[in-house]
Nanobody, 124 residues
Framework: QVQLVESGGGLVQAGGSLRLSCAAS????????MGWFRQAPGKEREFVAA????????YYAESVKGRFTISRANAKNTVNLQMNSLKPEDTAVYYC?????????????????WGQGTQVTVSS
């Protein structure tokens, strides 16, 4: 069992930065890939970024590549999402998620556990 708690969301102006953090409980954290997804009002949940169990490989949605960076600290059971050059279209609820596998996945079906989400709002 893995429990995930996100933090760090908020309101920011376009061009600004936010850092999301996800604290995980459970002994299997370090063996799982981790991901971030987001859901805007009236839209489907979409993949944002993922990182393998070791942190050796990362994956990004094209819409955030070059602006967002995912990282993890297995010793602290945390995964972070640094978001720079934010745009109004980045506004969404962001969810931290733990995969059933060690490798990353762009599909939500590859993830077993989800946090409650944190709101990110980018004003123009």
């Amino acid at each position: 069992q893995v429990q995930l708690v996100e933090s760090g969301g908020g309101l920011v102006q376009a061009g600004g930065s936010l850092r999301l953090s996800c604290a995980a409980s459970g002994r299997t954290f370090s063996s799982r890939a981790m991901g971030w997804f987001r859901q805007a009002p009236g839209k489907e949940r979409e993949f944002v970024a993922a990182i393998t169990w070791s942190g050796g490989m990362t994956y990004y949605a094209e819409s955030v590549k070059g602006r967002f960076t995912i990282s993890r600290a297995n010793a602290k059971n945390t995964v972070n999402l640094q978001m720079n050059s934010l745009k109004p279209e980045d506004t969404a609820v962001y969810y931290c998620t733990a995969s059933r596998w060690a490798s990353g996945s762009r599909s939500s079906e590859g993830y077993d556990y989800w946090g409650q989400g944190t709101q990110v709002t980018v004003s123009s």
